[in-house]
C-alpha cells in the first residue's frame, strides 16, 4: 500500500494519523521492553542473596506494572484516534466523499501545536482502479486487510517464541532459587523472591496475551480479506454489507496493539507486488 490522494486533499490527516499511530506504537513498545526489563532485573534478584538487593527488585516488582498499565492505556487513546483518521481517510478515499468541515476540524485537533513529520507513504497508497462507490470501498478495505493479516501473523509468531523463552527463563530461575540461612533474612528474601517469580510468570504472560491479540487481528483481518474480496466484484452489492465489513475490521484493528511500522516498512514492498499481481480487480 503507499497514497492515492495526497495530503491536500484530506488536509493532512494522514501525516496526524502516522503521527498517532507512531505514539501508540511508541508506547506499546516502551512498555514490552519495561516488561523484558522487569524480567531481567526478577531474575538478577533470584541469584543475589543480598536482602536490600531482593527486596529492591520486590518493590520494582511492584512498581513497573503500574507504569505498563499507565503507558498502555495512553497508546489506546493514540491508537483510537489514529484509528479515527484511518477510517475517514478509507471512506473519502472509496466513496469520494468530502470529510465533514466540523469532523475535520475536530480530528486536526489532535495534531495541535506538533510539527507532523511527512507519513511515509508509497503513492498509490491504494491499487484500485475502480470508481469511488462501495465497491471501490471493498476493494481498498480489501487491500488493507491482506496487509494487516500478513504483517499481524508475523508479529503473534514473534511474540509466542518470546512467551516461550520467558516462561522458561521463570522457570529455570524458580528451580535454582537458594535461600540464605539465617530465619530473619529467609523471611525477607523468600518473600522478595515470591513477588519476583510471580511477576517473571506474569510477564511470561504478557507476551502469550498480546500474541494472541496479534493472532485474533490475523484472523479478522483474513476472514474481512475474503469478504472484501467477494463484495468488489459484487455489481449488487449493498452499502450495509460493506460498511458492516469494514466497521468490524476497525474494531478488531483497536482490540490490538498496532502493527510496528518498521514491520510494515520491511515488508512493505514485497506484500505490494505480491498483492498487486495476484489480487486486483480488472477494469
Known amino acids: 500500500m503507499g497514497s492515492s490522494m495526497n495530503s491536500s486533499e484530506h488536509q493532512g490527516l494522514p501525516h496526524l494519523r502516522n503521527h ?4 501508540a506504537e511508541h ?20 541469584w543475589v542473596n543480598k536482602p536490600f538487593i531482593v527486596s529492591t527488585v520486590g518493590l520494582v516488582a511492584l512498581v513497573f506494572p503500574v507504569a505498563v498499565s499507565w503507558m498502555r492505556e495512553a497508546a489506546n487513546v493514540a491508537q483510537l484516534r489514529a484509528d479515527k483518521c484511518r477510517r475517514l481517510i478509507l471512506l473519502s478515499d472509496g466513496l469520494g466523499h468530502e470529510i465533514a468541515p466540523a469532523e475535520l476540524a475536530e ?3 489532535w495534531g495541535l501545536g506538533v510539527k507532523l513529520d511527512q507519513a511515509p507513504f508509497v503513492k498509490p497508497y491504494y491499487s484500485s482502479t475502480l470508481p469511488f462507490g462501495f465497491q471501490r470501498l471493498a476493494d481498498i478495505s480489501a487491500e488493507a486487510a491482506f496487509f494487516t493479516e500478513q504483517l499481524a501473523g508475523r508479529m503473534a509468531t514473534a511474540l509466542k517464541s ?40 506474569l510477564i511470561s504472560g504478557d507476551f502469550l496475551l498480546i500474541a494472541n491479540k496479534y493472532s485474533d487481528l490475523r484472523d479478522a483481518a483474513q476472514r474481512a480479506y475474503q469478504r472484501c474480496a467477494r463484495l468488489r466484484t459484487d455489481g449488487n452489492v449493498s452499502a450495509g454489507e460493506v460498511r458492516a465489513v469494514v466497521e468490524d475490521h476497525g474494531v478488531s484493528l483497536t482490540h490490538c496493539p498496532p502493527v510496528p511500522s518498521w514491520l510494515y516498512s520491511y515488508y512493505r514492498d514485497e506484500l505490494n507486488s505480491i498483492y498487486r499481481q495476484s489480487h486486483h480487480v480488472d477494469k
Open 107 to 109: 480530528v486536526r485537533a
Open 162 to 201: 518470546a512467551f516461550y523463552v520467558a516462561l522458561v527463563a521463570a522457570i529455570v530461575a524458580l528451580a535454582l532459587i537458594d535461600f540464605p540461612g539465617s530465619a530473619v533474612q529467609s523471611s525477607i528474601v523468600l518473600g522478595a523472591k515470591s513477588v519476583a517469580i510471580f511477576l517473571a510468570f
Open 27 to 46: 508506547l506499546w513498545e516502551f512498555s514490552i521492553l519495561l516488561a523484558v526489563g522487569m524480567l531481567a532485573v526478577t531474575i538478577v534478584g533470584l
Open 20 to 23: 498517532l499511530f507512531l505514539r
